[in-house]
């Protein structure tokens, strides 16, 4: 990791509230938590060198064959795992966007070429790194067009980072419509859809022949124990994950629009739970900093995002009376 990311509460001794991962942090975890303290007799041993029996559960909860799916330490190693298995590959980055794409890429050596839409791929171009649902925007590339790039690319590998996809209601590529497609990797984000970001865990999907390749690169106990039973368990109860996403979504419009009301804060659209914002005065580390030590409340500072400036910070909506506390706070910060 060469840039920094967000959600660094250990910086802080005071935070109460935290938006700055992109995860909905109210999900009950108290049966997940009881399951691995049952587990916890587990760590004396090694676990499984490569994930094979979550990547058994997960197949059949998708549709798909096991071959088609790879589970990896948090979405960030496979974004490492591709970009090293692609080595030297020039590669197209649909900007703005998550920095550990370009990050990885540079690591391994690949040549960079930034787009803003996807009609600038370039013509050399034998790689293609997206998010989409895309952070920091939120928003969504229709599925018709990301499908027909698809195919107009052939001889492309497209890599879609689909680790927002369970916070938005747009339709977007299923992993066993992607799987069927000989040149598109998508990455899921287990950490993300369970709110379990402190136990790393994701995984890629794919046309086998491409996660062949990746497996090649893969260390061996990449996956801990406690992070494979923490999936199982996860996709055993997947009543204990649900929350109300039109409800999420209605509760972001309000409050984009409360925070435009501000008169001095841009609001991007966005289709998920996540919104960019811009300051049109001072710095978004300066209003971090106020609200992290002041309120013991928490944001991303996007400044670090490739084509984003000082003024960016971005928030993940929670409740209603979290997302007021906020609110009010950033008022404050501007009063000052």
Same mark, same amino acid.
């Given at each position: 990791? #060469?840039?920094? =990311?967000?959600?660094?509460?250990?910086?802080?001794?005071? #935070?109460?509230?935290?938006? +700055?991962?992109? $995860? @909905?942090?109210?999900?009950? =975890?108290?049966?997940?938590?009881? !399951?691995?303290?049952?587990?916890?007799?587990?760590? %004396?041993?090694?676990?499984?060198?490569?994930?094979? +029996?979550?990547?058994?559960?997960?197949?059949?909860?998708?549709?798909?064959?096991?071959?088609? *799916?790879?589970?990896?330490?948090?979405?960030?190693?496979?974004? @490492?795992?591709?970009?090293?298995?692609?080595?030297?590959?020039?590669?197209?980055?649909?900007?703005?966007?998550?920095?550990? !794409?370009?990050?990885?890429? &540079?690591?391994?050596?690949?040549?960079?070429?930034?787009?803003?839409?996807?009609?600038?791929?370039?013509?050399?171009?034998?790689?293609?790194?997206?998010?989409?649902?895309?952070?920091?925007?939120? &928003?969504?590339?229709?599925?018709?067009?990301?499908?027909?790039?698809?195919?107009? =690319?052939?001889?492309?590998?497209? *890599?879609?980072?689909?680790?927002?996809?369970?916070?938005?209601?747009?339709?977007?590529?299923? +992993?066993? /419509?992607?799987? /069927?497609?000989?040149? $598109?990797?998508?990455?899921?984000?287990? &950490?993300?859809?369970? +709110?379990?970001?402190?136990?790393?865990?994701?995984?890629?999907?794919?046309?086998?022949?491409?996660?062949?390749? #990746?497996?090649?690169?893969?260390?061996?106990?990449?996956?801990?124990?406690?992070?494979?039973?923490?999936?199982? !368990?996860?996709?055993?109860?997947?009543?204990?994950?649900?929350?109300?996403?039109?409800?999420?979504?209605? %509760?972001?419009?309000?409050?984009? /629009?409360?925070?435009?009301?501000?008169?001095?804060?841009? *609001?991007?659209?966005?289709?998920? =739970?996540?919104?960019?914002?811009?300051?049109?005065?001072?710095?978004?580390?300066?209003?971090?900093?106020?609200?992290? *030590? %002041?309120?013991?409340?928490?944001?991303?500072?996007?400044?670090?995002?490739?084509?984003?400036?000082?003024?960016?910070?971005?928030?993940? #909506?929670?409740?209603?009376? %979290?997302?007021?506390?906020?609110?009010?706070?950033?008022?404050?910060?501007?009063?000052?």
């Amino acid at each position: 990791m #060469i840039k920094g =990311h967000g959600d660094d509460t250990y910086k802080y001794s005071n #935070i109460r509230l935290n938006f +700055s991962s992109n $995860v @909905y942090s109210h999900f009950n =975890h108290e049966g997940l938590f009881a !399951y691995l303290a049952s587990r916890l007799n587990k760590v %004396e041993s090694y676990p499984e060198p490569v994930p094979m +029996s979550l990547e058994k559960e997960l197949a059949i909860e998708l549709g798909l064959k096991e071959e088609n *799916v790879c589970v990896t330490n948090g979405a960030t190693e496979a974004i @490492y795992l591709i970009a090293q298995a692609f080595r030297h590959n020039k590669t197209a980055i649909l900007m703005p966007t998550f920095s550990e !794409y370009k990050d990885a890429c &540079t690591l391994h050596e690949h040549t960079l070429y930034p787009i803003y839409s996807l009609q600038q791929i370039p013509q050399q171009a034998e790689m293609v790194w997206l998010c989409n649902p895309n952070n920091p925007t939120g &928003t969504v590339l229709p599925k018709d067009d990301l499908t027909r790039t698809f195919g107009n =690319h052939p001889k492309t590998v497209f *890599v879609v980072d689909a680790s927002y996809a369970p916070f938005t209601e747009k339709a977007v590529v299923k +992993s066993n /419509e992607a799987a /069927e497609m000989p040149n $598109v990797l998508m990455l899921h984000s287990m &950490t993300k859809e369970f +709110s379990i970001p402190g136990l790393r865990l994701g995984y890629i999907t794919g046309e086998e022949q491409l996660l062949t390749q #990746i497996r090649l690169q893969r260390m061996p106990w990449s996956v801990n124990q406690l992070a494979i039973d923490a999936g199982h !368990y996860a996709l055993r109860h997947p009543e204990e994950f649900q929350f109300d996403l039109y409800a999420l979504m209605q %509760e972001r419009q309000r409050v984009a /629009e409360c925070l435009t009301r501000l008169g001095c804060i841009d *609001v991007w659209p966005s289709d998920t =739970h996540i919104l960019l914002c811009r300051l049109r005065f001072g710095n978004s580390a300066d209003l971090k900093d106020f609200l992290a *030590v %002041e309120k013991g409340i928490l944001i991303r500072d996007a400044s670090n995002f490739d084509a984003l400036g000082p003024d960016f910070f971005r928030i993940a #909506i929670q409740t209603a009376k %979290e997302n007021d506390e906020l609110i009010k706070a950033i008022e404050e910060w501007i009063c000052m």
